[in-house]
């Protein structure tokens, strides 16, 4: 079986570099921008490197589980760095950082895989299986519900509002369980689809079976994935030291760092795989790498998160400023419409990145 190409192999090498750095950076007397800076590039390398581990490990798959895997592993930088932020008591950049995922990959990703996507196509549209954007809606919806009631009774300030932390603990409890009815019988249909064992089946586009199997072994892989987690969990602390110092000195809003830097570093994962799988016309497991990160984040990471941050420093709850709360139901409702009828035009990518640049220019000046 093949080994890693030349390319490969200096790619690893630079992360492992530039983990090194953030770590003595760290622990040295670094000025504070190019301490963030390694750090964010440490990140975001890492990110890299969990998504191309899982690519490997999802080529012995189908677009679901494939799409699941990488959601899933993608997401322990942001995890931990929400952690670590919560633990230091930065609760805006924990909160921003979680909702400005969900908004990079709904809005920012999603739109730019369009773009490629419906570029690469004959006929300028790109084309997808329908049952994953609507089952994302329906989670995503259910999220926002909790996020709008407590802030519809926080400014009504009725006595719900005086129990904000055991709404969203239940609120959480009730999320998780929603997202573990929908994806147990999601992967399972995939698991079918790919064995031919539903009735009329047929490989998905972008499915495994065309892109030549894993040229890793499977020991390897998982040897990488474990590396890039136990790292990602030292130097997302690292990133999260280095975040505070950096943006007082670059002037900028705890918002916009959780919203924008923080997001697009954390998910480094749907940004590369998501485009490259556009790229190649691999559309349902694009999509399914960006989709399944969007219901990940906001209906299992999310409360995950609320529940987890009982035991830290610092609360985590579904309570947040009135024009997050307003920007996730647009945010909700434009993804619907936009992807729900399994197609979408290069103009409704260029759409919902516009509403991403809109809503960064927001938190800039927050």
């Given at each position: ?8 192999r200096?790619?690893?090498?630079l992360v492992s570099?530039f983990?090194a750095?953030?770590g003595?950076a760290n622990y040295?007397?670094?000025?504070a921008?190019?301490?963030?800076a ?6 975001a ?10 690519g490997?490990?999802g080529?012995r ?7 699941m895997?990488?959601s899933?592993l993608?997401?322990?930088p942001e995890l931990?760095?929400?952690i ?12 921003t950082a979680?909702v400005g995922?969900i908004?990079?990959?709904?809005m920012?990703?999603?739109g730019?895989v ?6 690469r196509?004959p006929?300028g549209?790109?084309r ?13 919806l259910?999220t926002?519900?909790?996020i709008?009631?407590?802030?519809l009774?926080?400014?009504?300030h009725?006595?719900?509002s005086?129990?904000v932390?055991?709404?969203s603990a ?6 998780l369980?929603?997202?573990l009815a929908?994806v147990v ?10 064995a ?7 490989a998905?586009s972008g499915?495994?079976?065309t ?13 990488l994935l474990?590396?890039?987690g136990?790292s ?12 505070l110092?950096?943006?007082v ?20 994962v749907?940004n590369t795989?998501g485009?490259?799988?556009?790229w190649?016309g691999?559309?349902?497991l ?11 984040i ?9 529940l987890?941050?009982?035991?830290l ?8 400023a009135?024009v997050?709360?307003?920007?996730l139901?647009?945010?909700a409702?434009?993804m ?6 399994g197609e ?23």
């Open positions: 079986m093949a080994r890693l190409t030349p390319q490969e200096s790619t690893l090498l570099v983990a750095l953030a003595i040295q007397p670094w000025p921008i190019p301490r963030f390694v750090a964010t590039l440490a990140l390398g890492l990110a890299w490197v969990v998504s191309f581990a899982t490997q490990l080529e798959f189908g677009p679901a589980i494939t799409g895997l990488q899933t993608g997401n322990l931990f760095v929400v670590f932020a919560l633990q230091k008591g930065e609760l805006v950049v924990a909160q979680i995922s908004f990079a990959n709904a920012l990703v999603l730019l369009i773009v490629v996507g419906a570029r196509a006929d549209v790109m997808f299986s329908h049952r994953l954007p609507r089952d994302t809606a329906t989670l995503l259910v926002v519900f909790i709008v009631l407590l802030g009774s926080l400014a009504s009725d006595p719900a005086h129990h932390k055991a709404i239940v609120g959480a409890v009730s999320l369980v929603v997202y929908w019988p999601y992967l399972r249909a995939d698991t079918l689809l790919g031919g064992k539903l009735p009329g089946a047929t998905p499915a495994s079976s892109s030549g199997g894993p040229r890793l072994s499977l020991p390897f892989t998982l040897t474990f590396t890039a136990v990602s969990a030292f130097v997302s602390d690292w990133f999260v030291n280095g975040l110092p950096a943006i000195q670059l002037h900028l809003s705890q918002a916009f760092a959780g919203l924008v830097i923080v997001a697009i570093a954390g998910n480094a749907e795989a485009l490259v799988l556009a190649k691999r559309s349902d694009a999509i399914s790498v960006v989709k399944n990160s969007v219901a990940q906001a209906a299992f990471l999310f409360p995950l998160l609320v987890i941050s009982f035991l420093a610092t609360t985590l709850t579904f309570a947040l009135p997050y709360i307003g920007a139901l647009v945010m409702l434009a619907w419409q936009v992807t729900g009828d979408a035009g290069e103009f409704e990518g260029w759409a919902l990145v516009a509403l991403y640049v809109i809503l960064a220019t927001l938190a800039l000046y927050e």
